[in-house]
């Protein structure tokens, strides 16, 4: 049995330790364009800033894939797949027969159409080769401007700041991360933004990059006349799953690679996992593109099993995330940005707000199922919201004291027998009633699976290991 793998990261790493699990023979082969083992690739901002050493950003070393028994074909991409003769066309021609093949060829970033944004001086940031080559353009640079404030753009932007680089950010939207943020919450980034002297203009975009007679970048020109002087540009306006390599091949794709519960695509013994694909979304009950590191490790999971014959099922996922820029924290899931007062009939949102503590807590319910949060610098609840949206379970008994000052096992007591929180009563029961509370399904992942928040998406403290 040949296993062909096109791509070399996370979703790449899960479904080689899951087919080694089953099979312990078959021949594994790794198609890598990048020259380096699979690296942490939420690492990349914070080792620019300075903040992670080079050698914690490795996620597998060299000794990873030898003791595997795997093959990696390194500076070779996959660029066709010929589904009807089992095979795969890698760069210059090259043709590799599989059994089975895996596509975790991630996204790709999205380049708007700005005019002469081609060139030098003007990069995207999601891979090593591109954080290296701003690194090296650092020496260079005084100002530069930051094209989105999604978490890409935000997270370049403040180490391009430690790196001592002045900083605008354009974003088209009129909020910072506008799909994680609320007004509220997007109030107080602005503020932490203006503390920190980083710069950034909110619904407008970036026209066109102004260069001299060198090609060199000078500035560039917004849509409303603003002209911002620069000598780099950053552009982080979000990613697309990356289809280019399978046109032509049969393969069903809406926005990314198309892939049932077990991960396969529309083509027998083929497989996909990570950015490239689209899979099911838990809150919005449908397919789409969700671009995480927790989530493509999963599916990598449940690729590599079913490939070796096992029979495991995605259940899906949702959105999560937490960034913590300049001192501002926020940890997100779901339908985070539905703002208070202007819920629509199906939503009902709860907020707590402490500015003194700079504590802003929010969650959005929907039939009695929690349906998203937006945590603000106090982000210890995440995990267990997390958990919530996981489960499923009808909060209808807690929900209004959800955002409360208050553990939710003290809530539920509350709302139940109207005992006051901090009784010798509630704290006894403390521990087995929290864990009462919640379902098999809702501990199982509670305890186990690699997407609590804290483990996996707190890249700024800790490695990134799952
Ligand atoms: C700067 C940054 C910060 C991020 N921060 C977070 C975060 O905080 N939390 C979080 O959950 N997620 C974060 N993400 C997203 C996360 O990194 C991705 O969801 C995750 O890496 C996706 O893994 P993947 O296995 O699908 O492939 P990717 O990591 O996207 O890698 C794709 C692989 O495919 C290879 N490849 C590309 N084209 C081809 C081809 N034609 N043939 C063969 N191989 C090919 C690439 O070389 C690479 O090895 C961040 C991403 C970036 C860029």
């Given at each position: 049995m040949r296993y062909v793998i096109a791509g070399n990261s996370v979703a790449t790493v899960a479904a080689i330790e899951a087919i080694r699990k089953r099979d312990d023979k078959g021949e594994i082969v790794v198609i890598s364009?990048?020259?380096?083992?699979?690296?942490?690739?939420?690492?990349i901002t914070y080792h620019l800033a300075g903040q992670?050493?080079?050698?914690?950003?490795?996620?597998?070393?060299?000794g990873f894939y030898k003791a595997q028994g795997v093959r990696v074909l390194y500076n070779?991409?996959?660029?066709?797949?010929e589904p009807e003769k089992g095979r795969v066309v890698l760069t210059g021609g090259e043709k590799l027969e599989f059994d089975r093949l895996l596509l975790a060829i991630g996204a790709t970033p999205f380049i708007p159409p700005?005019?002469?944004?081609?060139?030098?001086g003007v990069y995207p940031f999601t891979s090593m080769d591109h954080m290296e080559a701003v690194e090296a353009q650092l020496k260079d640079w005084r100002e530069v401007v930051v094209v989105g404030a999604g978490m890409i753009g935000i997270k370049t932007a403040e180490a391009l700041h430690a790196r001592g680089v002045k900083v605008t950010i354009v974003e088209?939207?009129?909020?910072?991360?506008p799909i994680v943020l609320d007004e509220a919450s997007s109030a107080w980034a602005r503020e932490t933004l203006e503390k920190a002297g980083v710069e950034y203009v909110l619904g407008d975009s970036v026209v066109a990059v102004e260069r001299n007679a060198q090609g060199d970048v000078k500035g560039v020109t917004l849509r409303s006349g603003t002209f911002i002087p620069c000598q780099g540009v950053i552009v982080a306006v979000g990613v697309r799953p990356n289809v280019a390599p399978l046109s032509g091949s049969g393969v069903d794709i809406n926005k990314g690679v198309l892939v049932d519960d077990r991960m396969?695509?529309?083509?027998?013994?083929v497989f996909a996992a990570g950015d490239v694909v689209e899979a099911y979304d838990l809150i919005l009950g449908a397919k789409r593109p969700i671009q995480l590191w927790p989530l493509a490790y999963r599916q990598g999971l449940i690729a590599g099993a079913n490939m070796a014959g096992g029979r495991k099922r995605y259940v899906g996922g949702f959105p999560i995330n937490s960034v913590g820029f300049l001192g501002f924290k926020v940890a997100s899931a779901g339908l985070?940005?539905?703002?208070p007062g202007v819920e629509e009939e199906s939503f009902e949102v709860m907020v707590f707000e402490d500015k003194e503590r700079g504590v802003y807590r929010k969650v959005v319910v929907g039939n009695n199922r929690l349906m998203g949060f937006l945590l603000l610098?106090?982000?210890?609840r995440a995990g267990v919201y997390s958990g919530l949206i996981w489960s499923r379970m009808d909060i209808s008994l807690f929900k209004d004291a959800l955002?409360?000052?208050?553990?939710m096992p003290e809530a539920c007591r509350l709302a139940a027998y109207?005992?006051?929180?901090?009784s010798f009563e509630s704290m006894r029961d403390f521990r087995r009633m929290g864990w009462a509370l919640f379902p098999r399904s809702y501990r199982k992942h509670f305890t186990?699976?690699?997407?609590r928040i804290e483990e996996v998406c707190a890249f700024e403290s800790e490695v990134c290991t799952i």
């Open positions: 364009p990048e020259a380096r083992t699979a690296y942490c690739r939420p690492l992670v050493p080079a050698e914690r950003l490795p996620y597998r070393q060299e070779r991409a996959l660029e066709g797949l700005i005019e002469r944004v081609e060139g030098p088209l939207l009129d909020k910072i991360l396969e695509t529309s083509l027998e013994n985070s940005t539905v703002e610098n106090d982000t210890s955002v409360e000052e208050v553990s109207g005992l006051e929180p901090w186990a699976m690699p997407s």
